[in-house]
């Protein structure tokens, strides 16, 4: 079998991915895929996007190895003991990852993408999951046709947004043009006929236009890298359709220009040069250099009346700018080969200061400047979720709670009667007791009887404020019940001086007041024994007749009675 370019060079230079590549090799030895190559093509092909994505040799590693716990008997702590704890994670976080199943819930959606982050908690492992997400899209003709949808769905809905969150402008859109003729076949079909002529059209223009715009370049000075051609992606072209009556002549940025400078100041003088040349429609300039997108894209788009007249979009950037966009987050692990070990270069990490609960508003602050590679590392590390958990339902519903949090809150942020009614939890397929602590990834079936009523005890130990108050407001129901309930019985509490025979003269007494004795207990540990006894009466002056009696013993102390 052939090895990827990269990965080759990269086997041959470091013992370290030698060794993951030579293991991974012999784990999956025999396995086959849905298209009956050899498992381990996947796995390599996994490690090349990581490797193309200049990633250290830890997420190298550990993409070599992603699927060696899931799919074979090799142990997680025997990947800790032989590379390290690093890989280990990275590998954990993966296989966990592969076990959350997107099942087309809507609401569910970003509650599934915060839930992916917080179990990933290193943002290598989600780069790892879509090197691994891209792989299986592009060979997932060869998957039963009832998996595809539910495959492509995922990677629509939840792994493309999530590598556009982190500035992989290119692997989200191969993702989402990936899974489109899956979910959306027939619109996938028509977009095809009725485009296909109009993209070859704009690639021939664009060709002609390409020497117009470098010589502009030249001679207003500007420190030109390159010019080419970006075409517009099929899912990213239907849904502007969508907004523009599905007509293509209203598409301006079919096919754009990309030019690649080398400095800030030379994508304001390129501006400034293809305004000269040719003129902008007003309100179609878009500066995201200076105001760059939420997840950190940054460009400068114009679109002008270009050569012929013809309406056109122009995109300008520095390289820098245009591996960012191609691979967003990715781009920050540019790495130097020297003796066998990666060393990172220092550069704009992407971490917020400030520690908010929205991720969204985490990952648009990232814009820091770290003095050295370990605090750059550490940066990578999400812990803006440490206070938060994320457990599923049986039916894959995510269920966002607080650190701490039990089956109780779980169960009451489903439905109100669902956590009045619950008797019991099983966690990932074991009964657990109500105040298990849960963690995120758990699975959570709530056992519930009909008429069970809340117990006073779970306001112990339930964490949400949401459970308190259903806890509360269904004690207090329970409790205006008993309230109105008839009485069927009176207890009698009874402190005595003891002595042998006293419990009998009692009973006697109550005898001869036609009252029947339906239980006795006693409790002996204080200084005054103290007597409770139900009998089956409930009118009042019958009582009081019974205690005047009863008190007529010198023996007894005190005696007070309740209705039951």
Known sequence: MMKAPKIEKLIQANDFIRRAYNLAKSQHEGQKRNTNE??????????????????????????LLHDVVEDTNYPLEKIKSEFSEEVAF??????????IKYRGVERQVENLRKMILALSQDIRVIIV????????????????????????????EIYAPLAYRLGMQKISGELEDLAFPYIYPKEYCWLIEHTKEKYGEREKYIEKVKPLVIEALQKSGVGLISVDSRAKRYSSLYKKLLRYDMDIDKIYDLVAVRIVVKTIADCYAALGAIHNLWPPLPNRIKDYIALPKPNGYRSIHTTVFCADNKITEIQIRTQEMHDEAETGIAAHWLYEQTKGTKIYNEKKSALSDKKELDWVQQLRNWQKEFSNPEEFMESLKIDFFKDRIFAITPKGEVIDLPAGATPIDFAYQIHTEIGNSCTGARINGKIKPLDHPLRSGDIIEIITQKNKKPSEDWLEFVKTSGAKNHIRAALKTKNTQLDKREPKTTELKIIVEDR????????????????NMTSVNTVTNAKFPILRIRCDITNKD???????????????KEISYQLI
Do not use: C
């Open 129 to 156: 999951k879509l090197a691994d997400r891209l792989h299986n899209m592009r060979t997932l003709n060869a998957v039963p046709p009832q998996k595809q949808k539910r495959i492509a769905l995922e990677t629509m």
């Open 90 to 99: 990275i590998v954990d976080g993966v296989t966990k990852l592969g076990k």
């Open 38 to 63: 050899p498992y381990f093509n996947h796995v390599l092909a996994t490690a090349e996007f990581i490797a193309e994505w200049e990633l250290d040799q830890t997420s190298i590693a550990a993409a």
């Open 500 to 515: 042998v025979g006293l419990l009998k003269d009692i009973s006697v007494i109550i005898a001869r007041s036609h009252v």
């Open 542 to 556: 019958k009582i009081e007749k019974l205690i005047l009696k009863l008190k007529k013993l010198k023996e007894i």
